[in-house]
């Protein structure tokens, strides 16, 4: 008897583009993150309120609401471009895919920005002073030391946030992205069999949240290595 009921290879592509979208989301979203905090910590009065409004923003809206506003958004900002470059231009619709990864880029980066900016206020003092003394310049002392340092007291927050990354790639399916709950949503819709399909889809999630948990605690366990010596 075929548990999947003839929707396995769907299901396995399913995955796939959840993790496909989880991936491109969390590399994008980690360039909207570290300008985020490198923007609160600037001494510039207008980047430090340019990042914390982002962070605000992206905070106090529903990941939800981001999706659509950016497909939405999106939609109507291209229409608009390819209207007025060829007036008669029909309506463009822009792909689901890239709407997903750069709404959910923006959702990880509003969060990860508010961990890498307290990652950084917690570095040691010491340390960085020491890196001026020196004569190393700015960008050699943050290549060299602050960013090396600053992952030991961010990833446990970036770790969190990129467990809630995975699980809100289900949130793209409202776009018709055939991801992992889109494809549980349509195989429910013809063998008429919710109960297994979103079981299976919750069972693909945790999966897809053990890995990458034990992958995080590994990366903190290797961070951390120096530190452990030091203790010994």
Excluded: C
């Amino acid at each position: 008897m075929d548990f999947f009921l003839g929707w396995g290879t769907q299901i396995a592509f399913g995955l796939l583009v959840t993790i496909e979208v989880a991936v491109l989301s969390l590399l994008l979203g980690f360039v909207w993150a570290m300008l985020g905090a490198l923007a609160q910590l600037s001494s510039n009065a207008f980047l430090r309120g340019l990042g914390r409004g982002f962070a605000v923003v992206v905070r106090g809206t529903p990941e939800l609401l981001i999706i659509l506003i950016v497909y939405f958004g999106g939609t109507v900002a291209l229409t608009a471009l390819m209207k007025t470059i060829r007036p008669d231009a029909a309506y463009v619709e822009i792909p689901a895919l890239p709407a997903g990864v750069f709404a959910l880029s923006l959702v990880f980066g509003g969060y990860a920005s508010e961990v890498l900016r307290g990652a950084f206020l917690a570095l040691p003092k010491g340390e960085v002073e020491a890196a001026q003394a020196f004569g190393m310049s700015s960008l050699t002392s943050f290549i060299h030391i602050r960013l090396p340092l600053m992952w030991r007291y961010a990833l446990p927050g970036l770790g969190n946030n990129w467990i809630s990354l995975i699980k809100d790639t289900s949130l793209i399916s409202i776009v018709g992205l055939e991801e992992i709950m889109r494809v549980s949503s349509m195989a429910t819709s013809v063998a008429g069999d919710p109960f297994r399909f979103y079981v299976i889809a919750a069972i693909a999630y945790l999966i897809l949240t053990i890995v990458n948990t034990s992958a995080v605690d590994a990366l903190e366990r290797w961070a951390a290595r120096g530190e452990r010596k030091l203790a010994q």
